[in-house]
């Protein structure tokens, strides 16, 4: 079969769906992946895709921007003659289904995520809401991550329940992600390790808030913060606010990596206080690492972790109860803390092991054969 997986950014691809489609190409399926090109895209043509690039803009608003951006998929999705597309991400999820919808190719969508856009409640949602219902009608299938956004969605009537189908996110390669060294737990030297774009969304404020409050009564742990600067999204922490947290030692900024499971292996346990995630992979990624993890009790977040036995959750945009549950982790005698990251990793596996994730697509994706 000819396949496409498109997405916002070829670092998505690469990062999120590589297993994925590696599993295809050994089946000796043509893969395509279309998205807008980066660093990462070079890596896909290594791979053995044929990368096609496409100029996306995130956050543009601009609806001529957005009719381009269709005839752009159009022409592109017209060339390759796909037996089947697969989307990711919000605008290729909306415009790719339309132009695809055009040509009467079948499209296997995912929505991982609702973004920004989906935690306000303004004239921009909708109309994403609008988008979304008028572009799912010609998908073929629609996975979700989390079951929260699938009941928005059938709530509002973006889409009919025949075409929905709830997998445990992206996957995680549990054979990759294993962490090396055993569970480090002195009070000399506990650290606290966030992961995630700079943008308040990722509840970044309230980590510093609670380290605030934990260095108050504590003068022996670390927080960790890696993620880049992400200036174009309109919630993007600015560089200055973050040098000068690292100025007043309430974090060290690790900066940006592509070897994630490095800078976990040094953690004792992961915080993430997103507001909302599809299915956050990097949470899933420390539960493969046997990490114990700290995030809020919100969709996307909450399906990760089981409170009080691979973590624990906090109340969301409220950083007094965070640090509440830092503190808990802190004291938490060794043995519990190693017991959480176990309890984690045997999820991991279950749950969440990308090789389920592949069965799903394949299962979906063969029907088209």
Known sequence: ???????????????????????FKKDGNEIFTVALEDEFSEKLQHLGYK??????????????????????????YKKIAPDIICHNAIKPNIYGTIAAGMLKFPVV????????????????TKIAKLLYKVSQRKASIVFFQNNDDLQ??????????????????SGVNTSLFVRNKEVNKENL?????????????????????AAKVI???????????????????ETAIKKSVLEEWVKDDYINYVGETDFVKEEMEKANCIVLPSYREGLSKVLIEASSMS???????????????????????????????????????????????????????????????????????????????
């Not at 009564?217 to 174009?232: M, R």
């Not at 990251?341 to 991991?348: I, L, Y």
């Open 189 to 209: 030297n506990f650290s606290f390790l966030f992961i995630g774009r700079l943008i308040y969304d990722k509840g970044i404020m309230e980590y510093i808030d």
């Open 215 to 233: 260095k108050m009564k504590f003068s022996n742990i670390e927080f960790n913060v890696l993620g880049p600067i992400y200036d174009s999204n």
């Open 291 to 369: 990490l114990p993890i700290i995030t809020t009790n919100v969709p996307g977040c909450k399906d990760v972790v089981i409170d009080g036995e691979t973590g624990f959750l906090c109340k969301v945009k409220d950083s007094f109860d965070l640090a509440i549950q830092m503190e808990k982790m802190i004291l938490l005698p060794k043995e519990e803390l190693i017991s959480m990251g176990v309890n984690g990793r045997k999820r991991a596996v279950e749950v969440f092991d990308e090789k389920i994730i592949i069965n799903h697509y394949k299962d979906v994706i063969y029907r088209f054969k």
């Open 109 to 124: 969508n995912n929505i991982s995520g609702l973004g920004t856009l989906f935690i306000k409640n303004s004239i921009s």
């Open 1 to 23: 079969m000819r396949i496409v997986f498109s997405s916002n950014i070829s670092w998505s691809i690469y990062n999120f769906r590589r297993g994925l489609l590696n599993d």
């Open 152 to 169: 928005l969605f059938l709530k509002n009537k973006l889409i009919t329940k025949d075409k929905c189908k709830l997998i445990p996110g």
């Open 51 to 76: 990368h096609t690039n496409i100029s996306i803009n995130n956050n543009s608003k601009n609806p001529f921007k957005d009719i381009h951006l269709i005839y752009q998929y159009y022409k592109i």
